[in-house]
């Protein structure tokens, strides 16, 4: 049974649950709105905690950094070394053939017309250049060939003697001495092969 009726217009109820109902509403969306700006203002929090972070990282990276960029160029500075290494090795072969020409052209100079060199071959001089301690050590390989042709037999020893005294070679043979004659002069061709 009842013991109470409600009397109140059916339009004022209305008003007053509709009320009811916004109220509970608003404090729900306001229970969400305070979660959400707490956790967005954790996130910048760790946000900001993070930057910090990284900046001190980076200040404390920047010396690492610098060495990086230092041992780059130093690797750019040893590939050009080594590329001018290869180019001075080159010209140094070329000024020890150089250095053997103008040696023999001086000797042969020295017979005062009695003797000409025709032709030279220089064979396998990188191996007698590759390296002072094997040089020292052993025998330097390599050899120098001079063929010519001279007045007489005397003046072809006196050059195989200034060839061998000229401490360039460690070996000087004569390898042929044929005589020949040209109109009504003797002369005598050579070839001479030197050991360096």
């Known amino acids: 049974m009842r013991t109470s009726i409600n009397l109140l217009p059916t339009t004022f109820r209305r008003q007053l649950m509709l009320r009811r109902r916004l109220t ?8 969400v709105v305070l ?7 954790n ?3 760790e946000f900001n905690t993070l930057g910090q972070q990284r900046e001190v990282l980076e200040r ?7 060495m990086v960029k230092e041992i780059s160029q130093m690797r750019h500075q040893l590939e050009d070394l080594d590329q001018q290494e290869k180019v001075a090795k ?23 017309g009695k003797l000409r060199v025709t032709n030279f071959q220089l064979v396998d ?19 120098f060939t001079l063929l010519g042709e001279s007045l007489d037999s005397p003046t072809v020893a ?3 003697d200034k060839l061998q005294s000229s401490g360039l070679f460690s070996t000087v043979e004569l390898v042929s001495l044929k ?6 002069v003797s002369l005598q061709d050579f070839q001479v092969v030197c050991n360096l």
Do not use: T, Y
């Open 24 to 31: 509970q509403w608003c404090v729900v969306f306001f229970a």
């Open 35 to 41: 979660v959400v700006w707490g956790a967005r203002w």
């Open 43 to 45: 996130k910048m929090r």
């Open 60 to 66: 404390e990276h920047r010396p690492l950094q610098a």
């Open 90 to 112: 080159e010209l140094d072969h070329q000024r020890q053939v150089l250095a053997l020409l103008g040696a023999v052209s001086q000797i042969a100079g020295q017979s005062k």
């Open 125 to 143: 001089l990188q191996a007698s250049s590759s390296g002072g301690r094997q040089r020292a050590a052993g025998p330097r390989g390599g050899n």
């Open 158 to 160: 006196e050059l195989l």
């Open 179 to 184: 005589e020949r004659q040209e109109g009504q």
